[in-house]
């Protein structure tokens, strides 16, 4: 699993609070995968990603690539059951 430094900057983006509104879906997808998810297109706009034996299913944002609020939090949701925590990437 490598994480940069962008990468540790969407995790904290992802938890921080109040809850951001401007994080890039791209930048999501790919914290997902250097933490090591598996992903697997759906249809339309579906994605499902499964991490730590954990699934999640979310919609890439169109035509907008910011992820909405509620979104994200759906998103840490999923980090948090897959084990995930901000400190653990901390620089």
Do not use: C
Not at 22 to 32: K, P, R
């Amino acid at each position: 699993m490598i994480v940069n430094v962008k990468h540790r900057r969407t995790l904290s983006a992802i938890f921080s609070d109040p809850i951001r509104a401007n994080i890039l879906w791209d930048d999501i997808e790919s914290l997902f995968i250097a933490l090591g998810a598996q992903k697997k297109e759906g249809s339309g706009s579906r994605t499902r990603f499964t991490l730590n034996d954990v699934h999640g299913l979310f919609h890439r944002p169109h035509p907008r690539k910011e992820v909405i609020k509620p979104a994200i939090k759906d998103v840490r949701r999923f980090l948090i059951e897959a084990g995930i925590k901000e400190e653990d990437y901390d620089e």
